[in-house]
Structures are given as structure tokens and as C-alpha cells.
């Protein structure tokens, strides 16, 4: 009995599995690798000069910052809420 299970299932088993592995090796040679991944671009270009936010005193590079021009002054918020909670004058 234990001789027919062995010869029944367990070297069919084995076998499809070598030869799966085998063939797996074979084709994934001729596989085109995946295309590198480009790392992330900031929209925004590195450095310039820096602007505290009057609200919560977040420093932020004057190209990413929202403006808003106040009694001829330009000031600068890092983000449209900080912009908003600014008194309007």
C-alpha cells in the first residue's frame, strides 16, 4: 500500500515539480527584465531662498509656497489653509 501511494502520487508529484522548476529557469532567461524604476522627481526645484510662514512658522521655499500680496508686501504660507487663515487687510 504504501509502495502504490509512493508510486501513485508522491513520484508524479516530484516529478512535475522538477520538471516545472526546469522549465520555469528555462523561460525566465528569456525574459526582458523590468524596466528600471526612476526615482521621484520633485516638481519643485532644490533649493532657492526660504520663507517662514506667518501662521504656523513653517519655513518654505519661495518657488513652492502659496503667495498672497498684502498692503504691497508679498507674503508667503505653505499651504492654501495657512493662506486663508491669514487676516485680510
Request: charged share 15%; net charge positive.
Amino acid at each position: 500500500m504504501i509502495r502504490a501511494f509512493f508510486v501513485e502520487f508522491i513520484f508524479p508529484l516530484l516529478l512535475f515539480l522538477f520538471i516545472r522548476s526546469l522549465l520555469g529557469n528555462f523561460i525566465s532567461r528569456y525574459r526582458t527584465p523590468p524596466a528600471p524604476r526612476q526615482p521621484f522627481a520633485p516638481s519643485v526645484q532644490a533649493g532657492g531662498e526660504l520663507k517662514k510662514d506667518p501662521i504656523c512658522g513653517t519655513y518654505v521655499s519661495t518657488a513652492a509656497s502659496v503667495t498672497r500680496t498684502v498692503n504691497g508686501e508679498v507674503v508667503h504660507f505653505c499651504s492654501k489653509a495657512c493662506c486663508d487663515q491669514y487676516p485680510k487687510a
